[in-house]
């Protein structure tokens, strides 16, 4: 059974196998640092079971306000290592996180995909969320920038509360 447990910074240097990985999108350490600090509870590895404890996946995400004082949610990374992909590790990570935004009272979730990782679109739809746009030439890929889909997932919420937000 797949454990997740809040991200450790020692986890960052363990975790290079995952981030290398050809439909993983690439970040500075700063970035997991910053996440780390800011989000600790959005910042979950998935661990195997053994005496090993492998890192099968990872997610990091924020929670922010808009303009009208509502809060909403962004997955920014969500990895799962090959050899654990298609046995739920990203759908346990997915709800997990969900779970935290949807008890911290966010009205969404979003995040960003490449239109080419059919496989990561499946996935999302599967989970509730639904495309809203397509954002052009948001991958800078160098010679041919890549196109990304918005994918959004809204947390039903009373009228009541909706109306005191």
Known sequence: MT???????????????LAFDSLTEMYSLTFFVKH???FPELSQIAIAPGPEG?????????????????IYGH???LT??????????????????DRILDFKGANYVDLYMRVSNKAAYDLYCSLGYALRRTVQDYYPDQPNP??????????PRPLEVQAVG
């Open 36 to 38: 780390l600090l800011e």
């Open 146 to 155: 890549e196109d990304a889909y918005e994918m959004r997932k809204y947390f």
């Open 3 to 17: 454990s997740l447990r809040e991200m450790r910074f020692d986890d960052l240097f363990k975790i290079n196998s």
């Open 80 to 97: 799962v290592s090959p050899e654990y992909r298609r046995i739920g590790v990203a759908t346990t990570l997915m709800d997990f996180f």
């Open 54 to 70: 492998r890192r099968m996946g990872y997610i990091f995400g924020v929670y922010h306000l808009t303009k009208n004082n509502e």
């Open 75 to 77: 997955v920014a990374a």
